[in-house]
T-cell receptor, first 111, second 111 residues
């Protein structure tokens, strides 16, 4: 089954404790993105990647890092999480830039 | 500044009561406009892509149209299972994943 998976689905952590949210797709897509979704603000792009080792900032990259060492994986790293990073995070992938396949989401709470 | 605005924020319909959702945009260089459906606790699910003014696409009870300034998602004779949040996003090209999302319209269809 074609899908984008994210782990963990739910995470509660404390300020400053480094964390990684994993994202994997099995569709051999070249393009992958991370978004955060906050009430009233919609989905905002954090980072995107056009291929292995090619990444670029989206609209809200501050406080986040990404890496793309393999085509299928695109982890999101929060080196020192803060409460304002409490949000719902989605990973997405596409091969053509139009139909993006989204993962199920990761709900992160930073205390 | 590139902007996407969806209206209304929330819409309540009776089953069978047709209506339209609006997505207006002020962007430079629109390359495409997408509609997604999002159910609570899930990632957005792709519905349509529109590329040029005058284009229309249909899927079951949904029909999407595009003008130079806005897009409409028409819902004909909705059913309770159409209840969801509907998101639109504009694709500006350049970075292949560059999408700007609206905040969404929450649709509730009551029997």
């Amino acid at each position: 089954e074609a899908q984008v998976t994210q782990n963990p689905r739910y995470l509660i952590t404390v300020t400053g404790k480094k964390l990684t949210v994993t994202c994997s797709q099995n569709m051999n897509h070249e393009y992958m993105s991370w978004y955060r979704q906050d009430p009233g603000l919609g989905l905002r792009q954090i980072y995107y990647s056009m291929n292995v080792e090619v990444t670029d900032k989206g609209d809200v990259p501050e406080g986040y890092k990404v890496s793309r060492k393999e085509k299928r994986n695109f982890p999101l790293i929060l080196e020192s999480p803060s409460p304002n990073q409490t949000s719902l995070y989605f990973c997405a992938s596409t091969n053509r830039g139009d139909e993006q396949f989204f993962g199920p989401g990761t709900r992160l709470t930073v205390l | 500044e590139d902007q996407v605005t969806q209206s209304p924020e929330a819409l309540r319909l009776q089953e069978g009561e047709s209506s339209s959702l609006n997505c207006s945009y002020t962007v430079s260089g629109l390359r495409g406009l997408f509609w997604y459906r999002q159910d609570p606790g899930k990632g957005p699910e792709f519905l349509f892509t529109l590329y040029s003014a005058g284009e229309e696409k249909e899927k079951e009870r949904l029909k999407a149209t595009l003008t130079k300034k806005e897009s409409f998602l028409h819902i004909t004779a909705p059913k309770p299972e159409d209840s969801a949040t509907y998101l639109c996003a504009v694709y500006l090209g350049g970075g292949y994943n560059k999408l700007i999302f609206g905040a969404g319209t929450r649709l509730a269809v009551h029997p």
